[in-house]
């Protein structure tokens, strides 16, 4: 589950990480209340207004832009508010902004220029563990750093038993090239915000930039969080930020529904027993020469309702031009799931792709038989490949 930037800012900052002041508002009235409200806080005068959506690039999509005064606040807010906001990371379509974050300016003139960093930290999935990634080339893309200046880029790896040791905070601030108050800042910063992740069962804590204010202050400008959706059960404060606008329709459903959806671009819908068959059936798939639409997994129990209410998700997708049902009848019986799909065919009414079913286990031959002489327009399988050629015959 992603957090907005706002909601991420708020967690750092329950854990002593220093972060760039703001205050969320939902209309250009609510966003001039704020601003005043921060400069009375902060005794800040300028302040960025911030589409808060649930993609990065914000700023080079027009998203993030800088207020010298309460009109222009009003003003750039009443712009961002409602529009759809187009970014290196969102679809050609964009994303509808619902809110806005009104921070306080942290770029003010003083003493040294203000300077960007990039700091993450994440699972290292190669060996489990827990890093930290950073670098001086803040503010960019990092996949663009990666690629032309890969020595900027550092890693600190986090031994799972001993916890990120104070040294290994030190190395960060002086890779960093920071000295005096900054390099004590940098290391109090480093520390708070591993402390958030792991505290929060995150997977991703992204702060891009980390800034150091021309007053040698170490803050987090922006916040990118990936909350761990498995642990969320234990951290109900942390599941009530949940911003469903944010996601896709379809795979809310699909999850009030009990359904493991996944929305992908392909073509041909398929619906599964089992994660491991689901994946097997989206290379099957690939294999005949189409793509999958979707992963499904419907769980053990494919009876008639679920089989109904798998169909109904799959045929929201308008890509969709044929269904792969792919069962394996360990502990439900083929014949069960075939009386399903007809059941559920018949009720839905007007399927107009193609079905292939391949029911393989226990009763298979007779649920073959019934879907055979149902009528409907739904073929059947046993063996993968028969499948496979039946989805290819149906595309063609
Ligand atoms: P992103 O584009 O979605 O990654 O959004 P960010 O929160 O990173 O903001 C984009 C850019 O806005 C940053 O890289 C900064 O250069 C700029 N920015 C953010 N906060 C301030 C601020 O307080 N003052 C000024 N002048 N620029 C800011
Ligand atoms: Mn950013």
Not at 299 to 323: H, M, S, W
Request: a negative charge; one cysteine or more; glycine letters at 10%.
């Amino acid at each position: 589950m992603n957090l907005h930037e706002y909601q991420g800012k708020e967690l750092l900052s329950s854990f002593g990480v220093r972060i760039q002041r703001g205050i969320v508002a939902q209309s250009a009235d609510e966003a001039v209340s704020a601003a005043k409200q921060l400069t009375e806080e902060t005794g800040t005068g300028w302040h960025v207004i911030k589409a808060q959506v649930h993609a990065g690039g914000r700023g080079k999509g027009g998203g993030v832009k800088l207020a010298k005064n309460l009109d222009e606040v009003k003003e750039l807010a009443g712009q961002i508010i409602g529009m759809n906001l187009v970014t290196p990371q969102t679809s050609a379509e964009g994303k509808k902004v619902h809110q806005v974050l009104i921070a306080e300016d942290v770029y003010y003139p003083g003493d040294n220029e203000p300077e960007e960093y990039y700091m993450s930290v994440l699972l290292n999935r190669a060996n489990g563990r827990n890093m930290i990634m950073y670098s001086t080339e803040g503010g960019m893309d990092i996949e663009q750093v990666a690629e032309e200046t890969p020595h900027l880029i550092f890693t600190e790896e986090i031994d799972p038993a001993l916890g990120l040791l104070p040294f290994q905070a030190r190395r960060v601030a002086f890779n960093l090239g920071l000295s005096g108050t900054a390099f004590k800042e940098m290391t109090k910063f480093v520390s708070a915000l591993y402390m958030a992740y792991v505290k929060s069962d995150a997977s991703l804590f992204e702060i891009n930039p980390v800034l150091k204010t021309s007053d040698d202050k170490i803050m987090a400008v922006d916040s990118k969080v990936t909350l761990d959706g498995n642990a969320l059960f234990r951290h109900k404060d942390l599941a009530a930020l949940r911003d469903k606008r944010e996601e896709n329709p379809i795979e809310v459903e699909a999850g009030e529904l009990g359904l493991n959806y996944v929305d992908l671009d392909g073509n041909v819908g398929c619906m599964v027993n089992g994660a491991g068959l689901a994946m097997a059936t989206m290379d099957l798939i690939k294999q005949a020469g189409g793509e999958p639409a979707n992963f499904l997994d419907v769980g053990g129990t494919a009876d008639a309702a679920r089989v109904e209410a798998a169909f109904n998700i799959i045929l929201k997708d308008p890509n969709v031009k044929a269904i792969l049902i792919n069962i394996f009848g360990g502990i439900v019986r083929c014949d069960r799931v075939a009386q399903g799909v007809i059941d559920a065919y018949k009720n839905i009414g007007d399927i107009s792709v193609p079905i292939i079913v391949r029911l393989q286990g226990t009763n298979a031959d007779i649920a073959k038989e019934l879907i055979d002489n149902s009528g409907l327009d739904v073929l059947s399988a046993t063996e993968f490949q028969e499948a496979a050629d039946k989805v290819q015959e149906v595309l063609s």
